[in-house]
């Protein structure tokens, strides 16, 4: 659509969309439709996709190749997203998350969450939540999750939320008991002004320390408590967010056509992804890749085909062309950082920004490849046939 | 997803396997990579199984006078990395070196893949071009026959009931010739919509052999002697085997379905001859 209309304006369509954005002072932005953007800056993705890709040049290479009568597209997407689902009465299942939090005697942490990983890699970013805050090391973090014997109820891992809202109602246990912790040093150590930070209390005073082992385990012992409070070092918080995260990003796909075949070679694939603050960039570039090559089946390979029984004859994997790994190219993952001001931690998620930035970019990177034979619009999926027959028939097919 | 019950029999040699098979009611099964999931989908549902892949002796690539002989249960691993291959039928390790992906090619077996005989599969491309020979045996005696006696229909063969494949026969190159396989894979299973194995020799600076093998395109594999007579003679230019490679599927039924129109596959093949012709070319000496 926006291509579409760049195209009628004859404007660039990177140009368009940077004409187009909300602004970045106009977060939080109401939009007509009663939802709440959280914060954004829809053109620094755009901009630092553009440098990344070298816009320019490929614009440059494109009009050379243009004139020795190769097919050569530059196509882009800039999205924004809905995600870490969300308030409860928006969310049917209920929108919540829980955590509980125990610090053993030994001083070794214990999580359990209801936000169940299955492949997003939660064990690592919750652990390395719960090592960061109480000052321990990851290797003292133990997840729990999945076994309902053991975890209490939650929600789960969709919509990008396991760490915007099960990572949030973790963060919140955990200064349950940082602050718990601190009622304990204090009595420990026998001052009223101490600081628990790094794994340890320190009396301000006279800077004596007692470890979170200690603390822990006096706290299980119970010899004496401080006023008001109980014995043990375990908390659990439900969080229900305030409103739902907005990522957002720009993908730019340089790709070439082959005119004799139809076949579709992606010569770069530049993804710029904002999902607020990010506490494992390996884990997030992850999520990046895997979203991308989804995105790429849909674009390029997946569809359901029925014969005229209605018979399903792409129902088994011999037939229904999922992505794999040597059809993949080389993903230029990068981001800009926009925190999210519904949580503490400022993440916003990003489990399906890949896919959403990634077909609408492949799709405009073909169509711009055979504007020269006069396209202007392709359904999904991009099948060297269908590009093949587009071609022969001068776009008119 | 789960095969009908079978009796299953593993026999420690070849005339054991044999004897098995010997009233022709038994299927035999080797690398299990085309079998086994045809039994899971319930296409195929044989009451017996003979697997032979435990039997010694039928797994080599050596050379016989002035031919190289390939036992049945070669893998296609085996055929890809063949030092020997390599240096005397360079077309069949570049071939195997193309069929399905590394867990296929670890476990699939010459002599199971031509056997099983899918239009769609690799070696036979290679096979017309090298106009290679398959040797059968049974409890009553071996025989060989010629790769365009071999292949009958799809998934039919020349081997009758109560025959096996033993070896695959293929000529020790002459030096100087140079052959391509060139492959349009089907995205989801890997098979060829359009497989073209190629095989040149020049003399005197005109092409003085030219052959063609086609796989993917047709019900079963065949060879495309029009283009070769075509091009044989002429000098081997890029217009020449332009010309050569339009008629490869002059004459044939050729497929459509889901993955490629006959309009398209027809296209691809005439494209896919040309690029293979041409690499083919390139390594005459």
């Known amino acids: 659509m926006m291509d579409l209309l760049?195209?009628?304006?004859?404007?660039?369509?990177?140009?368009?969309?940077?004409?187009?954005?909300?602004?970045?002072?106009?977060?939080?932005?109401?939009?007509?439709?009663?939802?709440?953007?959280?914060?954004?800056?829809?053109?620094?993705?755009?901009?630092?996709?553009?440098?990344?890709?070298?816009?320019?040049?490929?614009?440059?290479?494109?009009?050379?190749?243009?004139?020795?009568?190769?097919?050569?597209?530059?196509?882009?997407?800039?999205?924004?997203e809905i995600c870490a689902f969300g308030p409860s009465p928006a969310t049917p299942a209920g929108g919540w998350e829980s955590a509980t939090v125990k610090i053993e005697p030994s001083g070794k942490v214990t999580v359990m969450t209801g936000a169940s990983p299955h492949g997003q890699g939660e064990e690592t970013t919750f652990a390395q939540l719960a090592a960061d805050e109480l000052g321990v090391g990851l290797d003292d973090v133990i997840v729990l999750h999945g076994d309902t014997a053991i975890v209490q109820y939650g929600i789960g891992t969709f919509g990008s939320r396991g760490t915007a809202i099960g990572g949030t109602a973790l963060y919140f246990a955990l200064q349950d008991l940082k602050a718990k912790a601190k009622?304990?040093?204090?009595?420990?150590?026998?001052?009223?002004d101490v600081t628990f930070a790094g794994g340890v209390c320190t009396d301000n005073k006279t800077g004596k320390t007692v470890t979170l082992a200690q603390i822990a385990g006096a706290s299980y012992r119970a010899m004496k408590l401080p006023p008001q409070t109980e014995p043990g070092m375990v908390s659990t918080h439900f969080w229900e967010p305030p409103n739902f995260t907005f990522p957002f990003g720009a993908h730019i796909v340089v790709t070439e056509v082959d005119r004799d075949t139809g076949q579709v070679a992606i010569k770069r694939y530049v993804a710029v992804d904002d999902c607020g603050n990010i506490i494992n960039p390996m884990l997030v570039d992850g999520q990046v890749h895997g979203g991308v090559v989804q995105g790429l089946g849909q674009a390029l390979w997946e569809q359901a085909v029925y014969d005229e029984n209605g018979q399903l004859i792409t129902g088994e994997l011999m037939d229904y062309a999922v992505p794999k790994a040597g059809m993949i190219p080389w993903i230029e993952s990068s981001h800009t950082v926009t925190p999210s001001p519904v949580n503490p931690m400022g993440v916003k998620g990003v489990g399906e920004a890949g896919t959403i930035g990634c077909s609408p970019a492949v799709v405009n990177s073909v169509v711009d490849a055979l504007s020269p034979v006069g396209v202007r619009h392709i359904d999904m999926p991009l099948t060297p046939e269908k590009l093949w027959r587009l071609i022969e028939a001068g776009g008119q097919a | 997803m789960i095969p009908q019950n079978f009796e299953y029999s593993a026999p420690a040699n070849l005339q054991e396997a044999l004897g098995l098979i010997a009233d022709g009611s038994c299927k035999v099964l080797a690398g299990g990579m085309s079998l086994i999931p045809l039994m899971k989908l319930r296409l195929a549902a044989p009451e017996h199984v003979v697997d032979i892949s435990r039997i010694p002796g039928m797994s080599y690539i050596r050379k016989e006078e002035g031919a190289i002989h390939i036992g049945a249960l070669t893998t296609h691993y085996e055929v890809e990395t063949s030092p020997l291959l390599a240096a005397e039928c360079p077309l069949l390790a570049e071939t195997a070196a193309c069929?399905?992906?590394?867990?296929?090619?670890?476990?699939?077996?010459?002599?199971?893949?031509?056997?099983?005989?899918?239009?769609?599969?690799?070696?036979?491309?290679?096979?017309?071009?090298?106009?290679?020979?398959?040797?059968?045996?049974?409890?009553?005696?071996?025989?060989?026959?010629?790769?365009?006696?071999?292949?009958?229909?799809?998934?039919?063969?020349?081997?009758?009931?109560?025959?096996?494949?033993?070896?695959?026969?293929?000529?020790?190159?002459?030096?100087?010739?140079?052959?391509?396989?060139?492959?349009?894979?089907?995205p989801a299973s890997g098979f060829a919509l359009v497989g073209i194995a190629a095989r040149l020799m020049k003399a005197g600076g005109k092409v003085s052999m030219a052959r063609l093998g086609v796989t993917g395109v047709a019900s079963m594999a065949y060879r495309a002697a029009n283009v070769e007579k075509l091009l044989e003679g002429t000098a081997g230019t890029a217009e020449d085997i332009r010309k050569a490679a339009a008629v490869v599927t002059e004459g044939v039924d050729v497929n459509g379905d889901l993955h490629a129109s006959a309009e398209y596959r027809a296209h691809m093949a005439r494209i896919y001859a040309a690029q293979a012709l041409t690499s083919a070319m390139a390594r005459t000496s």
Request: aromatic share 6%.
């Open chain 1, 6 to 80: 760049a195209a009628e304006l004859k404007m660039d369509p990177a140009e368009l969309r940077l004409k187009n954005f909300v602004g970045e002072g106009e977060f939080p932005y109401q939009t007509a439709t009663g939802l709440s953007y959280d914060s954004g800056n829809y053109a620094a993705p755009l901009k630092k996709a553009l440098e990344l890709v070298d816009y320019a040049a490929v614009r440059a290479e494109q009009t050379k190749a243009r004139k020795a009568g190769r097919l050569l597209g530059i196509g882009m997407s800039t999205y924004g």
């Open chain 1, 183 to 192: 009622k304990f040093g204090a009595l420990l150590l026998e001052s009223d």
């Open chain 2, 99 to 186: 069929i399905g992906d590394v867990q296929v090619r670890n476990m699939g077996t010459i002599g199971g893949s031509i056997a099983h005989a899918d239009p769609a599969a690799d070696y036979p491309a290679a096979l017309f071009a090298l106009e290679a020979k398959v040797r059968l045996a049974s409890a009553t005696g071996d025989r060989t026959v010629p790769m365009d006696e071999f292949l009958v229909d799809t998934m039919t063969t020349a081997v009758e009931p109560g025959e096996l494949v033993l070896e695959v026969i293929v000529p020790a190159e002459a030096s100087g010739t140079g052959s391509a396989y060139k492959k349009l894979a089907q």
